[in-house]
Nanobody, 112 residues
Framework: QVQLVESGGGLVHPGGSLRLSCAAS??????FRWYRQALGKQRELVAGISYDGDTFYADSVKGRFRISRDNDMNTVFLQMNSLKPEDTAVYYCYTFTGRDYWGQGTQVTVSS
């Protein structure tokens, strides 16, 4: 059983930055992903990172978001810069190790 606990969400003005964290309760040898779900919309993949640090990003966040991980701390991060109102969503951390594991989500609101 793995627990994923996200933190770092909040309210930020357009153009601002936030850094999300997701701490796992045990060693994760696989990939991490960040998803987000805006109100009334389907959950969408934002970014992913392999154990070795290979990354990918949704087109909508390329050049603005950066995913990273600290394997010693079993933690994955999502640095979000140049935030836009359309980035407003609940952000979820995900990994697969024998089964799907999701965090509880953290709200990100971008508004003036």
């Amino acid at each position: 059983q793995v627990q994923l606990v996200e933190s770092g969400g909040g309210l930020v003005h357009p153009g601002g930055s936030l850094r999300l964290s997701c701490a796992a309760s045990s060693v994760i040898s696989g990939a991490f992903r960040w998803y987000r779900q805006a109100l009334g919309k389907q959950r969408e993949l934002v970014a992913g990172i392999s154990y070795d640090g290979d990354t990918f990003y949704a087109d909508s966040v390329k050049g603005r978001f950066r995913i990273s991980r600290d394997n010693d701390m079993n933690t994955v991060f999502l640095q979000m810069n140049s935030l836009k109102p359309e980035d407003t969503a609940v952000y979820y951390c995900y990994t697969f190790t024998g089964r799907d594991y999701w965090g509880q989500g953290t709200q990100v609101t971008v508004s003036s």
